[in-house]
T-cell receptor, first 110, second 111 residues
Framework: QKEVEQNSGPLSVPEGAIASLNCTYS??????FFWYRQYSGKSPELIMSIYSNGDKEDGRFTAQLNKASQYVSLLIRDSQPSDSATYLC??????????FGTGTSLTVIP | NAGVTQTPKFQVLKTGQSMTLQCAQD?????MYWYRQDPGMGLRLIYY???????DKGEVPNGYNVSRLNKREFSLRLESAAPSQTSVYFC??????????FGDGTRLSIL
């Protein structure tokens, strides 16, 4: 079992819709969770961090964490074509080790 | 504030040649990392350095060596390049319990 698993997609949503990206992790005691956005040919860019159960909102982005279910999600409201990218979920465990998912490809259709 | 700087951005090598990828960060981070990214494989950790003076193997260390020159700099060396090492290489840095910040990457082709 991989440490972090994501549906590779591709996920396609129409412009203005909500995009929902999901991630599960295997280490129950992981403490910190991150979402990165990676445009084609570019490097990963941190867009959200979440450390405690519940929702964290930043503009059009909401990260959701459920430690009991070992599940992290990212919601993108009012999706724009500029949101088309690959989204990487990352988990930091108590040993300060990072694990990245393989990413979900999102396409927002105008 | 440059963040994480990688050089070169692009490189073409012939099989058997050697080269060193350079990485420097100006965020005073303790930890630095080298990843490779191949289509469909995600980011795979090659080596990391938790602090100045220490280095450890990651998931795919074979064929690579690293040097943590000082707190700012972490280099990756390919002693005898092979076509299987054609990839995009990313350097990243972080502090303990903090997210990683990535450089722009080096696109390496080995013929």
């Amino acid at each position: 079992q991989k440490e972090v698993e994501q549906n590779s997609g591709p996920l396609s949503v129409p412009e203005g819709a909500i995009a929902s990206l999901n991630c599960t992790y295997s280490d129950r005691v992981s403490q910190s969770f991150f979402w990165y956005r990676q445009y084609s040919g570019k490097s990963p860019e941190l867009i959200m961090s979440i450390y405690s159960n519940g929702d964290k909102e930043d503009g059009r982005f909401t990260a959701q964490l459920n430690k009991a279910s070992q599940y992290v999600s990212l919601l993108i409201r009012d999706s724009q074509p500029s949101d088309s990218a690959t989204y990487l979920c990352a988990v930091l465990n108590t040993g300060n080790q990072f694990y990245f998912g393989t990413g979900t490809s999102l396409t927002v259709i105008p | 504030n440059a963040g994480v700087t990688q050089t070169p951005k692009f490189q073409v090598l012939k099989t058997g040649q050697s080269m060193t990828l350079q990485c420097a960060q100006d965020m005073n981070h303790n930890s630095m990392y080298w990843y490779r990214q191949d289509p469909g494989m995600g980011l795979r950790l090659i080596y990391y350095s938790a602090s100045e003076g220490t280095t450890d193997k990651g998931e795919v260390p074979n064929g690579y060596n690293v040097s943590r020159l000082n707190k700012r700099e972490f280099s990756l060396r390919l002693e005898s390049a092979a076509p299987s090492q054609t990839s995009v290489y990313f350097c990243a840095s972080s502090d303990m319990w903090q997210p990683q910040h990535f450089g722009d990457g080096t696109r390496l082709s080995i013929l």
